[in-house]
Each structure stands twice: as structure tokens, then as C-alpha cells.
């Protein structure tokens, strides 16, 4: 320092300094401190760049490793060799995904690959992200590109195996879980002694609750000859033990396999803390007393550099099974000093406010959560505090403080918008106001399906209101759901059997049909073209296969079937010829022009008559709103079709020449559709939107039944699923008929439906 006066060169020193303090004599404050130094000389000194990002990365503290990578990714390009660039990008990647940038992520785990092919943990790193986020980018062309790389080399058998392993991701998410375990077993194959390779395939065990195949492939694997790699052995050990404790709830074998652990590693501390949780979860607290105080003698042994955090959750709960055993003070003892380590982990804080609030000192206890609280802010940002207030908001509650509870809970949600928090505070509003506690309920709905208290509570509050359909429709989904006991499938008989009987005494105009039922992708971009040029569009295509043997519907010795044809064209105002068939191709089809026909294959003849009106609805709001022929085209087809809509939207010069041949033909209407939506193709997703209109064929086929089992059953016959019975469908209703159908039946639009449809003719 004494020497060199530039300031680059005095940076690069520094810089040196705080490597030495941080990688060689253990001290990363001291070493931070001159990181800090070095860029206060030298914003841009690299070394000392590099440092902090590394700090940051390994430290897992993202938002401040983030900038660090932006900044260098410039000269990370350039400088330094190919292992050492393409692990920056690795990092910079793993950043970006943790940061919530999965586009920005997988362009820069590709950007290590391009560097370095062989770049195993980039690899793993890009089949995380494709299966969290399979839509940030176009995974299966860059698998297929690294695929033809890779085939090339000696060397390629991992390599290969994980671009196998993508494959089988995809037909994953596609449902084909047959075809998806076969290309498994062949990555298997190609490298069977790497535990990234078989913990996918165990990942897809575990999806299917196949829990004893997920174990003995394991088992397999740790048992081969020659053993895998120690930390290999011990990784695929620890994944078993939480498949049995978490999966099979065997904390018996759980216990077993940890053990196994253990004489692997007798200083494994995950392993001795998931032990104390199975042997508390056994009962056996003595066990799990002996498990916890071996994990905190070796996190405070010499030279250990355990954080104070973990030091903090060892301690309480240390604290917890002290508890269980009796020893009350001796538990409070524990919990305070898992707060004296980490001040803002809220367990410990809350067991403390809970024991002050119950001694009747109810100011400490809000004291002491708002103080950890703080902490938790300061160190981890709002987030962290969320359970410090959700604690203050229930002793506010038990204390008679309503108000102050609401406003805890709203500060909560203000956060995190979790469900669990907005049922919570349904329930305070509902004591004295239930129509603002089903709001709440709803904005749960909105977010998810799948919080099954919601409905329970919404039937009971809807009950209070003398809404008894409303509450009906709330345990029906429920229960098909696969969220109902006995005792909510008997509060839903008990329900059906109150209802009013409401004949459909009139039919669903186009200005209510507009306002309630249609959905947001008929009002998008792509919709107005459609409704405006919807018999040139659908003329692109073939007319579909019908089948064989077709006869008059209305000529078959069904008279349900007639009276339910009647009563759906008088409900949707469409005139269309329904023909029975056989052989028909998805079991119905559906034609608009030149005339309106709708073919329903005769093995749907035996379904009972809630099925067959949602069948019938379903084809008519099809042909209503001119999008029927949407539900006869492939992937590939819907693919060109969105293609073909933006390519609409082009400027003329820019058009291929068919599609300004089209234009030409279409309507004046068409044509300023066009115009006045010019260039905003660019961004549209075509996918998105043909899932939105066909979601408007089930909202019309249940408005026909008005009956969810009915929907789902009929919907999973059509989707080609063979189900023995109708009580096959429970807990597939959320994907059968999915979110959006879930939602309408609930909603404010579809009960103004079923008013209209009863309401009296004048």
C-alpha cells in the first residue's frame, strides 16, 4: 500500500487483502471490510468485484449479488478461462432464477454452456429451471441442439442422460407418465452411477406417491459395487429418509436410514436434527432430546463455523421437546436463548409472547413480537416478520381488540397475500358482517382452488345469508374437489335438499351472455378478430371427421334426449341439427357452416341427463360464439393458427402474400379490426388465448346442467378418460374442469345467470 499510488493498483491490493482475511485466516468481516476499500478507490476493480459477488452468492443473500453480476457479466465474457467463465454465468444464472428473472436465468445458463458444453452443475442448473419454469424459455430446442453437441463426444453418457431427462420432463408435463418413466430408465442407463441422474427419476416416483419404488431405486443405487462416492451415498440417504418420513410418514424407517447416516458421518448435524424430529414425531422424546443435544455439541464444537441462525432453531427445539416433557422453565430457558442468537426467528418469540400473553402481560408480549419483528425486517426484509405479526394479530384478537386484529392481518396481506391469512381474517369479519367475509373468501378463490377451508366457510356463510344455492354450489365443488368429509357430504345432502325448485324459464340473450359468461380472451385482441371473421378463419380448415351411421337425433327412441335438445337451443337461442353417430372422433363434433350440426357418438346415449345437457350446452356455446372449429385442431395446428393471427397484424408490406390474399376477402368490419389493432401481434400468446375461448364451451356446458360432477364427468369422457364410475372424478374436478369453471361456478356472474334463466317471463 506503501508502494503503489495508482488507484487501480492500490484497489487490486485491497482487493488481495480482504481474499487473504476471507479464504485463508477465516475472517469475512474483516475481509468484507476491504472489499469495501478496494471499490471506494476503485468502483470498477474487478478482484474486488468478483469477491463480493462470490460473498454474496455463497451466502445465498441474492438482491445483493444480483448488481455484482450484471456489472461483470461484461468482462466475465472476455477475461479469464473458459472453466472460470462459464462458472460466472452458472452463478449469474442461479442469481437470476433465485431473483425471479427465469428468462434472464436460462439465458445465462446457456451462455455457460456455450462456453463450457460439459458443464455439469449448469446443466442440472438449466433442468431445475425448465421445471419450475417450463415457459421462460424454449428448452426443447436448446436440449435438442446440446443433444447433437453431445452424441458427437466419447464422454457424452451424463451429458446425455440429462438431455433425456428434459425429454422426459416434457412428456411429464404433457400427462404421459408412461412414455416419461421409459426415457427415465434409459438416462439411467446411459449414466448409472450419477445420483442427479436417478434423483429425477425418484422426483417422478415421488410425484405419483410411489414411495417403495422411489426407496429401493435408492437402495439399489447406494448397494452397487463398487459404492458410489461418500457424499454420493450420503445425498441419496438423506433423500430417503425424507421419503420415508415425509411421504410413506414412516419415522420408524426414517430413523433407520438416518442412522445409516450417521455411522457414515458421525458429524452429519442434518442428520441428528431430522433424527430428534422423527423420534419426537414417535414419541420417544428422551431420543430426541439425546438427537438435538449431539447437533448442538458439534454446531458449537471448535472451528466450527455453524451460523447463529441455525444455532438459534437447534435451540428451540431443544426448547420444544424440554416442553413436551413438562419442564416449562426449562423450555423458556431454551427459548430465549434461540432469541439471543437469532433475535428475528419467530418460533422461539412467539412460544415467549404465547406463555406472557397466557401469565395476563399482555404489553410484553406485543413488546417482544415487535421487537423481533424488527430484527427479522432488518435482516431478511418484510417477508420474515410476517409470522412475528401474524402471532401479534391472534393475541389482539383473543384479547377483544377486533379492529387491531383486522388492521394486523391487512398488514400481513399488504406482504404476503397468503390464503391462510385472508381465511383469517374472513373469520373475524364474519362474526358481525359476512358479506365483506365471503369478499375476502373470493380474493382467496382468485388466487387459488386448491384451500379447502375456503369452501366450508363459504357454505356456512352464504347459509347465514339465506343463500342456499350459493351454498349448495360452494360444498358441490368441495366435494369434487376431494376436500369433503362425511360430515360436509352430509351438510351438502342435508343443503340440496332445501333448494327451491327454479325451472329455466327463459333463455340466455347475447347481451347477458356478453357480460356474464363469455371470458376475457373473447374481448382480447384475437377474439375481436375472430367474432369479426369467424366463418373466413374457420374456412382455413377441413371440415373434421364425423363419423358413421349418422341418424336424426330427434328420430331416436330417447325422449330425455329430445327434451334436453329443446330445452339447451332454447337456453343458448342456436339452431343447430344434432345427429347421433358412431365411431364419432373425440365422441362429438361440431360444424357451423354450412349449416349448424353437432354429431354425438351413440355411447353417450347411456350417460344420465346432467352429463348429456352439459354435452349439449358445451357444443352450442361453440357454435354460438363462431369458435367451434377451434376444438378440432392439433398442437401443431394451434400453433399455425396464432401464428397466422399475429401475422394479421403486420403492416401490409411486411404480410406474406396469402395472408394479404386473405384480408382482401375479409368484411369491412374484419378489416378495421385489423387496422385498429396494427402491430400489437408481437406479444400475444396464442396458446393462452385458444385455452381461454375453449373455456368458454364448459362455462356454456354448465350453465346447461348447472351441476359440477355432471361437468367434470362429462368433460373427462370427452378428454378420453376411462373411468370406472362417477365417483372417479372427485379430486380431478380442479383439473378436469379446471380453475376458470371452479371460479364462474362460484361467481357473482353465474348466480345473475341462474336468476335470469328462473326469472318469470312477462
Not at 459395487?225 to 461418500?230: E, G, S, Y
Not at 354450412?594 to 347411456?606: N, S
Not at 361437468?711 to 362417477?726: F, N, P, Y
Request: a negative charge.
Amino acid at each position: 500500500m506503501k508502494l503503489w499510488q495508482d488507484d487501480k493498483e492500490r484497489a487490486g491490493v485491497f482487493a488481495q487483502i480482504g481474499r487473504i482475511y476471507e479464504q485463508r485466516l477465516g475472517d469475512p468481516g474483516r475481509g468484507m471490510h476491504y472489499y469495501e476499500s478496494a471499490l471506494a478507490v476503485d468502483p470498477e476493480c474487478l478482484p474486488a468485484n468478483q469477491a463480493l459477488f462470490e460473498h454474496f452468492y455463497d451466502a445465498r443473500q441474492w438482491s445483493q449479488a444480483l448488481p455484482l453480476a450484471q456489472a461483470l457479466a461484461v468482462k466475465a465474457m472476455r477475461d479469464g478461462d473458459p472453466n472460470t467463465r462459464s462458472e460466472f454465468y452458472r452463478r449469474r444464472g442461479v442469481v437470476q432464477r433465485e431473483t425471479g428473472d427465469a428468462r434472464g436465468a436460462a439465458e445465462s445458463l446457456i451462455v455457460a454452456l456455450e462456453i463450457k458444453p460439459t458443464n455439469l452443475e449448469a446443466l442440472d442448473n438449466l433442468l431445475e429451471l425448465e421445471r419450475a419454469r417450463p415457459d421462460a424459455w424454449d428448452f426443447e430446442t436448446v436440449f435438442r441442439e446440446l443433444d447433437k453437441l453431445y452424441k458427437k463426444r466419447d464422454d457424452a453418457g451424463p451429458l446425455l442422460a440429462r438431455v433425456r431427462i428434459s425429454q422426459a420432463a416434457v412428456l411429464e408435463r404433457e400427462g404421459d407418465l408412461d412414455s416419461a418413466q421409459a426415457i427415465y430408465a434409459e438416462a439411467l442407463a446411459l449414466a448409472p452411477d450419477d445420483f442427479s441422474v436417478l434423483s429425477a427419476r425418484v422426483t417422478l416416483d415421488v410425484n405419483m406417491r410411489r414411495w417403495g419404488e422411489a426407496t429401493a431405486a435408492i437402495t439399489a443405487f447406494v448397494g452397487t459395487t463398487p459404492p458410489p462416492p461418500l457424499a454420493v451415498r450420503i445425498a441419496a440417504l438423506m433423500r430417503q429418509a425424507e421419503i420415508h418420513a415425509d411421504g410413506e410418514m414412516d419415522a420408524t424407517r426414517a430413523i433407520a436410514v438416518l442412522h445409516a447416516v450417521i455411522q457414515l458421518d458421525p458429524s452429519h448435524e442434518h442428520a441428528y436434527y431430522l433424527q430428534a424430529q422423527e423420534y419426537f414425531a414417535l414419541g420417544r422424546f428422551a431420543d430426541a432430546k439425546a438427537a438435538i443435544d449431539r447437533v448442538i455439541e458439534l454446531a458449537a464444537a471448535p472451528g466450527s463455523a455453524i451460523a447463529p441462525e441455525s444455532l438459534a432453531r437447534y435451540y428451540y427445539y431443544r426448547g420444544r421437546i424440554i416442553e413436551v416433557g413438562g419442564d416449562a422453565r426449562g423450555a423458556t430457558s431454551q427459548y430465549r436463548r434461540a432469541c439471543e442468537y437469532d433475535p428475528g426467528y419467530a418460533p422461539p418469540a412467539l412460544a415467549l409472547a404465547r406463555r406472557a400473553a397466557d401469565a395476563g402481560d399482555r404489553t410484553a408480549a406485543e413488546t417482544l413480537l415487535i421487537d423481533a419483528a424488527h430484527a427479522a425486517m432488518e435482516k431478511h426484509g418484510p417477508i420474515a416478520a410476517v409470522p412475528l405479526q401474524r402471532g401479534l394479530a391472534r393475541i389482539l384478537l383473543t384479547a377483544g381488540e377486533r379492529t387491531a386484529a383486522i388492521e394486523a392481518y391487512r398488514g400481513i396481506l399488504g406482504v404476503d397475500d397468503s390464503p391462510a391469512d385472508r381465511v383469517a381474517l374472513a373469520e373475524i369479519y364474519a362474526i358481525d358482517d359476512p358479506a365483506k367475509a365471503i369478499s375476502e373468501l373470493r380474493k382467496v378463490l382468485d388466487r387459488t382452488i386448491h384451500h379447502a377451508p375456503v369452501y366450508r366457510q363459504l357454505a356456512s356463510y352464504y347459509l347465514r345469508q339465506a343463500e342456499v344455492a350459493r351454498a349448495a354450489r360452494a360444498l358441490a365443488v368441495m366435494e369434487q374437489l376431494g376436500f369433503a368429509e362425511d360430515s360436509d357430504r352430509a351438510e351438502a345432502a342435508r343443503v340440496r335438499g332445501q333448494l327451491p325448485y327454479a325451472p329455466v324459464a327463459r333463455g340466455l340473450d347475447e347481451e347477458l351472455r356478453q357480460r356474464l359468461l363469455v371470458t376475457a380472451a373473447a374481448r382480447e385482441v384475437f377474439g375481436e378478430i375472430l367474432a369479426a371473421a369467424s366463418d373466413e378463419i374457420a374456412g382455413l380448415y377441413p371440415t373434421p371427421v364425423l363419423g358413421e351411421n349418422l341418424v336424426p337425433a330427434m328420430g331416436v327412441d330417447d325422449a330425455g334426449l329430445r327434451i334436453a335438445i329443446v330445452d339447451v337451443a332454447r337456453l343458448t337461442g342456436v339452431e343447430a341439427d344434432v345427429f347421433v353417430g358412431e365411431r364419432v372422433p373425440g365422441l362429438i363434433g361440431m360444424v357451423s357452416a354450412p349449416r349448424k350440426l353437432v354429431v354425438i357418438d351413440r355411447t353417450l346415449l347411456a350417460e344420465a341427463d346432467g352429463p348429456r345437457r352439459y354435452l349439449l350446452g358445451w357444443a352450442f356455446e361453440a357454435l354460438r360464439g363462431g369458435y367451434a372449429f377451434l376444438h378440432h385442431l392439433g398442437r401443431k395446428q394451434r400453433s399455425e393458427l396464432a401464428a397466422f393471427l399475429k401475422s394479421l397484424l403486420l403492416p401490409e408490406a411486411e404480410r406474406p402474400g396469402p395472408t394479404n390474399e386473405f384480408v382482401r376477402t375479409l368484411p369491412k368490419r374484419a378489416q378495421r379490426v385489423l387496422e385498429r389493432h396494427a402491430g400489437a401481434g408481437a406479444d400475444l400468446d396464442g396458446d393462452a388465448w385458444i385455452d381461454g375461448m375453449l373455456a368458454m364451451t364448459k362455462r356454456g356446458g354448465l350453465v346447461a346442467c348447472d351441476d359440477f360432477a355432471a361437468a367434470t364427468w362429462m368433460i373427462a369422457r370427452i378428454s378420453g378418460e376411462m373411468l370406472l364410475s362417477h365417483d372417479a372424478t372427485v379430486a380431478l374436478g380442479a383439473v378436469l374442469g379446471g380453475a376458470d369453471l371452479v371460479r364462474f361456478y362460484l361467481s357473482d356472474d353465474y348466480q345473475r345467470i341462474r336468476e335470469h334463466l328462473a326469472a318469470p317471463v312477462a
